[in-house]
T-cell receptor, first 114, second 111 residues
Framework: GAVVSQHPSRVICKSGTSVKIECRSLDFQATTMFWYRQFPKQSLMLMATSNEGSKATYEQGVEKDKFLINHASLTLSTLTVTSAHPEDSSFYIC??????????FGEGSWLTVV | RKEVEQDPGPFNVPEGATVAFNCTYSNSASQSFFWYRQDCRKEPKLLMSVYSSGNEDGRFTAQLNRASQYISLLIRDSKLSDSATYLCVVNQAGGYNKLIFGAGTRLAVHP
């Protein structure tokens, strides 16, 4: 079974609305969560790194006010895409390190903004 | 220049073929290297880590050349189930923290 549970797996929303994506670690404490975005035929691009109880660190070019990350507990991190637009349509995926030298990915979320 | 570059393919090969994928990375300080497999519309899954001495896991062999900043993956006796996108992944800090992904190489194995 999944070690990092991510949902929703697919979401369609209207332009201008906000969408929240959740990642929960099931059997370990996810001190750090990484959020990636992948456009078709492109690589996974790191958007931000979040540490439990502190502000996320965003990669260059990622708008922190548009992509809100909350990591309030050791088992839950959320990514909220605010005022979504069609160009935000993408595959969003989280990952976290569990045991040493082990990384777990969520199942990913397909966002379509219409 | 991209930090991790791969030939996008697709590589179309028959079952039983041997296929090789190449990858180059730009940061000479990179410390950890991996090959991941990603099936269509799914999360990436670790295929194998890549060590300087080269390593093998069944039909899969990975090689690293630090001097040339080059990584390779060889798949022998291709199976239909090997059809996927193979991602070259580099970690500059060591371990599994900040992973830099290549765009992937698509492999299609046909009967």
């Amino acid at each position: 079974g999944a070690v990092v549970s991510q949902h929703p797996s697919r979401v369609i929303c209207k332009s201008g609305t906000s969408v929240k994506i959740e990642c929960r670690s099931l059997d370990f404490q996810a001190t750090t969560m990484f959020w990636y975005r992948q456009f078709p035929k492109q690589s996974l691009m790191l958007m931000a790194t979040s540490n439990e109880g502190s502000k996320a660190t965003y990669e260059q070019g990622v708008e922190k006010d548009k992509f809100l990350i909350n990591h309030a507990s050791l088992t839950l991190s959320t990514l909220t895409v605010t005022s979504a637009h069609p160009e935000d349509s993408s595959f969003y995926i989280c990952s976290s390190t569990g045991a040493p030298n082990t990384i777990y990915f969520g199942e990913g979320s397909w966002l379509t903004v219409v | 220049r991209k930090e991790v570059e791969q030939d996008p393919g697709p590589f179309n090969v028959p079952e039983g073929a041997t296929v090789a994928f190449n990858c180059t990375y730009s940061n000479s300080a990179s410390q950890s290297f991996f090959w991941y497999r990603q099936d269509c519309r799914k999360e990436p899954k670790l295929l194998m880590s890549v060590y300087s001495s080269g390593n093998e896991d069944g039909r899969f062999t990975a090689q690293l050349n630090r001097a040339s900043q080059y990584i390779s993956l060889l798949i022998r006796d291709s199976k239909l189930s090997d059809s996927a996108t193979y991602l070259c992944v580099v970690n500059q800090a060591g371990g599994y923290n900040k992973l830099i992904f290549g765009a992937g190489t698509r492999l299609a194995v046909h009967p």
